[in-house]
């Protein structure tokens, strides 16, 4: 059984900073490209940034230049350093990773979420 647990989320200022992580566990997996999601009220999911089992990396363009992804392989876990944040990134953030257990076909995981709210 392949888990994934996200932490980091709260409240903060405009203008504040908050990192996320995610870290996958279980056994007999391997991990391709992982990401962030988010859903904010009343909005379909959408995704934030994702990062392949390289380092390549691609973002919304409404988070460019403000948050960074990362991994750490060895830790199998995926970072979201967001700076400079705005209201309009309040939503439920979500960790995603593509998994293969055991040499098996590649699916989605997904984290339960994390809640993200941006307010003076």
């Known amino acids: 059984q392949v888990q994934l647990v996200e932490s980091g989320g709260g409240l903060v200022q405009p203008g504040g900073s908050l990192r996320l992580s995610c870290v996958v566990s279980?056994?007999?997996?391997?991990?391709?490209?992982m990401g962030w999601y988010r859903r904010a009220p009343g909005k379909q999911r959408e995704l934030v940034a994702r990062?392949?089992?390289?380092?390549?990396?691609h973002y919304a363009d409404s988070v460019k230049d403000r948050f960074t992804i990362s991994r750490d392989n060895r830790k199998k876990a995926v970072y979201l350093q967001m700076n400079s944040l705005k209201p309009a990134d309040t939503a439920d953030y979500y960790c995603?990773?593509?998994?293969?257990?055991?040499?098996?076909?590649?699916?989605?995981?997904w984290g339960q979420g994390t809640q993200i709210t941006v307010s003076s």
């Open positions: 990062i392949t089992i390289l380092g390549n990396t």
């Open positions: 995603n990773a593509e998994v293969s257990i055991r040499g098996g076909n590649w699916y989605d995981y």
């Open positions: 279980g056994s007999s997996f391997s991990i391709n490209t």
